[in-house]
C-alpha cells in the first residue's frame, strides 16, 4: 500500500507532476498556434469582432498565461515569491475553466435560438460557476531550496466542491444541447447538422475532464495529487470550447433556413462574419429566346437603402473613394452603369 502521505512520495509525485506539465503546455502550444489564423483575422481586422469573441479570447490566452506561469514556477532555481506566482497560475486558470463554460452554453443558446428560458437560467448557473471559481483560490505554495517552488497544501473541499459544480454545469449544457439534437422542433437546420455530426464529443470531453479532476480531488491523496487532474481539465475544457466557437463562427449559412418557428440567421448569436449591409438576393426568371427555348437567368433586387451609387470613368460602381470589387467589368467599348 503506498503512503501518499510521505515525503518521498509527496516529492516523487511533484516531479511527476512537472513533467506532466511540460507536455500539457507543449499541447497546448500546439494547438494554439495551429489556430493562430484565426485569431489573427480578428486582429487585423478581417473578420468583423462580435461580442462572443470576448470569451473566446480570454478563454485561449488566459490558460496561455496560466501555462506560462506555472512551467515559470516548475523551473526557478531562484527564491521568488511562489505563494503570489502560484496564485496568478490559479486565478488564470479558473477563469480559462469558467470561460470555457461560457463558451460551451453560447453554443447551447445558439442551438435553442436564444430562447429566454434557455438562456437566463444559464446566466444564473454562470454566476453561480464563477462564484465557486473565485473563492477557490486558496492553494498555499512556498520556495523550498533544492526543489523551488513547492505546493504545501490545498483546501481540498472548497476545489472539490468547485469541479463538482463545473461537472453538474456540462452536463446540463450537454443534456440540453442533446436534447435540441434529438428532438428538433421542426425541420433539421443546418446549424443543427453541423453541431450533431461533432457528434457532441465536444461537451462529453468537457464532462469528463471535469469529472476526473473532481475524483482526484475527492480522494484527496496528498496535496499534489489532489490537483494533478485540474490543469488537463482546464486545458481539454478550453480546447474544445474554443474549437466548438470556431465551428460556429466559421459556419456560414446559405439560404434562409427554418429552425423552431425563426431562421437560424438568429441562432448563431452574431457569431459569424456579417456585413452590416444586406446582401442582394437573386430571383431566377425565365426569358424566352427568339428560337422558342426558355433561358434561366438571373436578376438582383434593387439595394434596400436610398443611396446613390457612383461611378468612375470606366463605368466600375465606387463607394466613395473606395473601389467595390463587386462591380460588373466591362471589356465592351461602350461603357454604362452595370444593371
Known sequence: MVDWQSPDEVAKDGVAFGKFMHVLLGLYIWEWFTSLSFDWDYISGKRRFRWPMIFY????YCLLFALIGIAIALNVTTEIDC???YTFNQCFGNAAIGLASINLSLRTIAVW???WFIWVPLVGVILGHWSFLLHGILLKAA?????????T????????ATFIYSMVFDLIVLS???????FPTGAKSRLVSLIFNDGLIYFIIAFLSNLLATIFMSLNLNPVMSIIANVPAAIASSIVACRAVRRLTNYNMTGAEMFGGSTTAGSTL???NTTSQATAIRPKVLTKSSDGVHVQMETFESPSDNSFLEYD???NITRGERFDPEAQVIADEFKRPPY
Open 57 to 60: 479570447f480570454l478563454n485561449r
Open 83 to 85: 505563494q503570489g506566482l
Open 270 to 272: 452574431a457569431f459569424r
Open 143 to 151: 520556495f523550498i531550496p533544492g526543489q523551488g517552488c513547492t505546493i
Open 313 to 315: 470613368a470606366a463605368g
Open 113 to 115: 435560438n436564444q430562447r
Open 176 to 182: 440540453l444541447t442533446a436534447y435540441k439534437l434529438i
Open 153 to 160: 497544501s490545498t483546501d481540498t473541499r472548497l476545489l472539490a
